[in-house]
């Protein structure tokens, strides 16, 4: 039996993790994250919803994410909200990816990267 347990996985539910999103959905809040970000630094997840190497960055960015970080992070949904990406873009000036995270610290990105690339940061030295 332990073998299929294997295979095919537990019955036994899985731990999911839930990280402290902060829903990015309004062109006035990148104001105030370029303020905060100079007590604090911010994080801008980019996701695409229709994206599966969108979805498994993200997947892979929340199993590696340190809950204890003291940042604010903000998910993006670029497909409902394509206005509030196109500023994130202008105003941090960075060219659009997905997904992407921006890391924004005394009102600029001060590192950014896209795809894979997202989980090989080493967002501790942001922090």
């Not at 347990?5 to 990280?19: A, D, I, R, T, Y």
């Not at 006035?28 to 969108?54: D, M, V, W, Y």
């Not at 993006?76 to 890391?103: A, T």
């Not at 610290?105 to 990267?113: C, D, I, L, Q, T």
């Amino acid at each position: 039996m332990g073998l299929f347990k294997n295979m095919f996985g537990s019955s036994e539910p899985k731990e999911v993790k839930v990280l402290p999103w902060i829903p990015l959905d309004s062109i006035n809040q990148l104001e105030i994250i370029a303020e905060k970000s100079k007590t604090k630094p911010q994080f801008i997840f980019k996701h695409s919803t229709r994206c599966g190497i969108s979805r498994m960055v993200m997947n892979q960015f929340i199993n590696q994410y340190d809950l204890d970080s003291n940042v604010d992070l903000y998910y993006l949904d670029l497909l409902s909200y394509r206005d509030v990406s196109n500023e994130v873009g202008y105003k941090f000036q960075v060219i659009h990816q997905s997904p992407q995270l921006l890391i924004i610290k005394n009102g600029e990105a001060v590192a950014h990267e896209s795809h894979g690339a997202i989980n090989e940061m080493n967002i501790s030295k942001w922090i």
